[in-house]
Structure formats: structure tokens, C-alpha cells
């Protein structure tokens, strides 16, 4: 009973009609297993998931999916933590990519824990989200990230070889009119899955934010801006904002991100709260990596604005 019920997945009202009895002799049977040691359950994880906190944000923000890393030590570097929430990341997209996806990824510190801790995938294709911004080393760029999952998988890879910020919309067009960066965004309606970083609005948590020189980063936080995915910028309600960035960065538009059916989006800490907040209320997000420092105050924001039913 056992062997049918946990490995080979019958109900157990399947398993009742082929041993003859009730379905509730069958569930105390297996509660018996359980108690008795005959059966054990394990789970395989890179780092401790706060299980109620996940399934209280999963439910407060209607995920499909949500990931809450334990609270670490205060004293615990940020890098630790930016490689424990990567690599249940990475666990995840392993255990749910198939080869018919077609898999996008955007250029983030977190996400490049991810790849960095990918160790198996089906052969499908990778594509770059958006461009590689200035002054990064070469094995952080998004060039690079896509060309380490590309190297796991087999799959063919897609690269935007040129900046993530451009200085006016005449030289962004003209780029994205070049045939390799053209092939690349020509794949962007085809994604069926992306793997996306939450930044909020202030320095050092967003890489367009950090890109801009101040008078640009001003003007767009008086429009209201307090999230960043992909170089697309979202208000406190999650609705998208409009501002003179989209005409200059190479990125895949609000439109095309927002028609990918599944898209996972790693954003942690305390400071990224009311970002990931933002995010999680466009209806972008299907699945949330996160840790408990960033996800307890979010289940509060939730609380306190509750999604329209």
C-alpha cells in the first residue's frame, strides 16, 4: 500500500478498491507506516524553507508558488544569504524546466547565484532578458549567465551583446535592429518560463537604478517608482510606469514579460519589501524566491492591503 501511495502516486480510494477496504482503513495504515518507520519522508534542500511563511505568502498574494528562505543571523553576509536563496532557485527551475520551455533570464546578483548553482537541465534555450550593464566584471555580466545555464543545458543561446542603458532612443532602435541582438528579441513571445530579479527603487537594489546618473533616477522616482524587473518599472500598486527609460534601455518590453506564463522572481532582504510588494500586485509573478527577512514584512504589507477579491 505504501509502494502504490507514496511511489507510484494511486489515491487511496484507488488503493482501497484493490485491497478490498474502506479508504479510511487504507489512510490509517499509512499513518501507521509513517509512525512505525517503515516509511520515511525527506526532503532534499539546499538551505531551510519556512514552510508556513511560504504558504502564508503564497496565499496572501495568490502564487502558485512561493520559496521563504529561514531567517539567518543578522550577522549572516548578504552574499551567504544572496547564494542559499540562488540555489533553492536553482533546485526549483531543475525541478520544473522541460525541454519544451523556452527559458529567459534577466542579469541579477541573485540570479547569478542561480546559474552558478544549476547543475542539470533539459536542452532548451536560454535567452537574455535585457543588456549587460557598464562596469560589471566579465564572469558577473548577463552574457555570461546565459552562456553558464546554455553550457548545462545544451540548448541554443541567445545573448544581447550590447548595454543595458543607452543614451537616446535613436541608438537603441538601431541596435536592436542588429541581426544577433534582433534574433534574440524575436525568441521574447516564445518564452514560456523567466527567471527574474525584484529590485526596489534606491541604490545598490536595482541595476538600472545604479546605471542612471541622479537627475534620471530622480525624475523617475517622482513618477512613482518603487520596483524594477528587467528594466521595467512598476508603482506601489503594481501598475507599470511609464517614463522615458523604455526608449532607452535593451530590454524585453513590460507587454512581452508580462505574457510569459510562468515567471519565477528572486527578491530578498528587509530593504526589498515594499518592492517585491509592488511587484507581487501587477499579477506578473507566478512563483516567489525569497527569505524570511524580506518575507515577513511583506506578509504585512499583504495584511494591511489585502488583494482585491
Given at each position: ?63 502558485d508558488r512561493v520559496l ?66 557598464a562596469g560589471m566584471d ?172
Amino acid at each position: 500500500m505504501a509502494r502504490r501511495f507514496y511511489v507510484q502516486g494511486a489515491s487511496k480510494l484507488e488503493i482501497a478498491d484493490e485491497f478490498g477496504m474502506s479508504r479510511f482503513k487504507v489512510a490509517r495504515m499509512l499513518d501507521t507506516a509513517l509512525e512505525s518507520g517503515l516509511v520515511r519522508i525527506e526532503f532534499d534542500l539546499p538551505a531551510p524553507i519556512d514552510v508556513d511563511l511560504s504558504d502564508d505568502i503564497r496565499r496572501a498574494y495568490r502564487l502558485d508558488r512561493v520559496l521563504v528562505l529561514e531567517r539567518a543571523s543578522e550577522k549572516e553576509p548578504r552574499e551567504v544569504v544572496r547564494k542559499q536563496v540562488g540555489a533553492l532557485a536553482a533546485r526549483l527551475l531543475e525541478e520544473i524546466a522541460t525541454p519544451d520551455d523556452v527559458i529567459g533570464l534577466s542579469w541579477a546578483r541573485s540570479v547569478n547565484a542561480m546559474t552558478e548553482a544549476i547543475r542539470t537541465l533539459p536542452r532548451c534555450p536560454i535567452v537574455q532578458l535585457c543588456g549587460v550593464q557598464a562596469g560589471m566584471d566579465m564572469r558577473g555580466r548577463s552574457v555570461e549567465t546565459v552562456s553558464r545555464v546554455t553550457s548545462v543545458s545544451g540548448g541554443d543561446s541567445y545573448p544581447i551583446f550590447g548595454p543595458l542603458v543607452l543614451p537616446d532612443r535613436r541608438t537603441t532602435e538601431i541596435l536592436r535592429h542588429q541581426p544577433g541582438i534582433a534574433e534574440t528579441f524575436a525568441q521574447f513571445g516564445k518564452l514560456t518560463k523567466a527567471v527574474v530579479s525584484i529590485g526596489s527603487w534606491e541604490a545598490g537594489e536595482s541595476t538600472v537604478y545604479d546605471a542612471l546618473d541622479e537627475a534620471e533616477r530622480a525624475a523617475i522616482a517622482a513618477r512613482g517608482a518603487t520596483a524594477e524587473v528587467a528594466a521595467r518599472l512598476f508603482d506601489s500598486d503594481g501598475n507599470s510606469l511609464g517614463t522615458g527609460l523604455a526608449h532607452h534601455v535593451l530590454a524585453i518590453s513590460h507587454e512581452e514579460l508580462m505574457a510569459v506564463p510562468e515567471v519565477i522572481a528572486i527578491g530578498y532582504s528587509r530593504p526589498k519589501a515594499e518592492a517585491v510588494d509592488a511587484v507581487l500586485r501587477s499579477g506578473l509573478v507566478s512563483t516567489l524566491v525569497t527569505d524570511a527577512a524580506a518575507a515577513v514584512p511583506l506578509l504585512e504589507l499583504a495584511r494591511a492591503r489585502p488583494l482585491p477579491s
